[in-house]
């Protein structure tokens, strides 16, 4: 397991609980077509077509966390997305397509930008980043 994806994981699962849930978002591309076997017992897939899973710049994780609304705001709970970027510790590399996608989440209200750690996610999803 690679350092990022073990932060990813802390994360998740540290900050996944109570009002906030977050989920792993998979961006990636797979073959899907009609199983098949070869005479020699090879499996093999007829027909494939790629398939592509998320987007270039989607965050890691993804989700919501719950907030009450103000006493002005009718007094109601509503849910706030969240996205989050993971990034190994002491690493920065951010893609154009990453920044952009968290600078557009924040512009319409989004809880969203990039973690090394549990303490950074936890500044994003409470809206203090």
């Not at 965050?59 to 996205?83: C, E, H, K, R, Y």
Request: glycine fraction near 10%; charge should be positive.
């Amino acid at each position: 397991m690679t350092l990022e994806v073990s932060v990813q994981n802390q994360i998740r699962t540290e900050c996944g609980q109570g009002p906030t849930r977050l989920f792993r978002q998979e961006s990636s591309f797979f073959y899907t077509g009609k199983p098949g076997q070869l005479k020699d017992g090879t499996k093999v897939l007829l027909h494939p077509r790629l398939v592509r899973v998320g987007f270039d710049g989607q965050p890691d994780l993804g989700g919501w966390t719950s907030v009450v609304v103000t006493p002005d705001m009718v007094g109601t709970t509503v849910a706030i997305a969240v996205q989050v970027e993971v990034k190994r510790p002491k690493k920065n590399k951010r893609s154009d397509e990453q920044i952009r996608f968290i600078e557009f989440c924040q512009s319409v209200g989004v809880r969203a930008g990039f973690a090394r750690s549990v303490a950074e996610a936890q500044k994003i999803i409470s809206g203090d980043a």
